[in-house]
């Protein structure tokens, strides 16, 4: 069951959204402002996706959408009245996936959701390819020459982060809280050792994972997504 988080402090609209969402089969989350938004995806890995208020108090919808993209790979649809162009820019720049105006139609609203929420399935389920390196997401398996590797838990979870964020550089804090979560207190090395587990895992392919001295780590390489 796919599961969504609302987060509006508007407790009339937030029950109402809850309603609509659970009556179409969806496993319904909420929160009534950004700083419980943050904690619940922090603990809650199997959120598909975010219905996001953007004038809430303690954090507002701009900064809770800057962390969650930052730190987290779902999807975030803006439910605001803020109708202005400017800030429907501003989201879409941001990060958000779509951008929707209060008053809302419901039917256009859950179109928009279900949309997302089969993309977000899709780019779940896909290969990511680099020539003859091959993760296969949906058999959670890392292949060279079509033969499998074997690798930790992880390191697959590191590639699978680097391949589906390439050629972008992912700092060190990032890497830990999107793979060892907000919570660990323990030493960021612990990812250049993996790092490390991990070149040597992939042989001839591990020269794709460069190091950015001083911020973190890229898979430096075009990845192909089928």
Known sequence: MNTILVVDDDKRINELLCEIFTMEGYNVVSCLDGEQAIKEISENPGIDLMILDIMMPIFDGWEVLDYVK???D????ILSALVDEQSEVRGIRDGADD???????????LERVRRLITEKHNENSCDLICDGLVLSQSK???????EEIKITIKEYQLLLLLMK?????LSRDNILSRIWGLEYDGNDRTIDTHIKMLRHSLGGYGVYIRTVRGTGYSFDSEVDKR
């Open 70 to 72: 930052a730190h987290f």
């Open 165 to 169: 964020n390439a050629p972008t550089v």
């Open 74 to 77: 779902i999807k975030v649809l």
């Open 140 to 146: 959670c398996k890392v292949f060279i020459d079509s």
């Open 99 to 109: 951008y929707v105006f209060k008053p809302f139609k419901r039917a256009v609203l």
